[in-house]
C-alpha cells in the first residue's frame, strides 16, 4: 500500500534554511502529482508547492523565491528545500500524492488521495 514518511523537520531562526523529505513507497511514480501542503494551529491546510512527473512545479505565491520542491526518483524521494524561513512558515508540513491526475493543478486537498504523517517546522 502507498506509504509516504516525511522527515527534516525542526527549529529554527528566520532567516534560516531547512530540508524536508518524504519518502514514497507502494507506487510507481509516472504519472500524477506529488505536493508539499502545511497547517499552522487554528488554519486550514494550504498548499505550499507542487511537481508532476515531468518535473513541473507550482507553488503559492507566499514561497516563491524561497521554497524549491524537487525529487529524486531513483530514491523514491520527495523534497522541499526552505530558505529565507519567516516565523508565518511554522507550520506542520504534509506531502501527499495525487495518482489519477496526470498534471498538478489545484491546491484542493480532496484532490490527493495519500497523505504523510507530516513534520514540524517552527521558525522564531
Known amino acids: 500500500h502507498v506509504q509516504l514518511v516525511e522527515s527534516g523537520g525542526g527549529s529554527v531562526q528566520a532567516g534560516g534554511s531547512l530540508r524536508l523529505s518524504c519518502v514514497t513507497s507502494?507506487?510507481?511514480?509516472?504519472?500524477?502529482?506529488m505536493a508539499w501542503f502545511r497547517q499552522a494551529p487554528g488554519k486550514e491546510r494550504e498548499g505550499v508547492a507542487a511537481?508532476?512527473?515531468?518535473?513541473?512545479?507550482m507553488y503559492t505565491d507566499s514561497v516563491k523565491g524561497r521554497f524549491t520542491i524537487s525529487k529524486d526518483n531513483a530514491k523514491n524521494t520527495l523534497y522541499l528545500q526552505m530558505n529565507s524561513l519567516k516565523p508565518e512558515d511554522t507550520a506542520m508540513y504534509y506531502c501527499?500524492?495525487?495518482?489519477?491526475?496526470?498534471?498538478?493543478?489545484?491546491?484542493?486537498?480532496?484532490?490527493?488521495?495519500?497523505w504523510g504523517q507530516g513534520t514540524q517546522v517552527t521558525v522564531s
Open positions: 507502494g507506487f510507481t511514480y509516472i504519472r500524477g502529482c
Open positions: 501527499a500524492v495525487d495518482l489519477t491526475h496526470s498534471s498538478c493543478y489545484t491546491w484542493n486537498t480532496a484532490t490527493y488521495q495519500h
Open positions: 511537481i508532476d512527473s515531468t518535473g513541473a512545479t
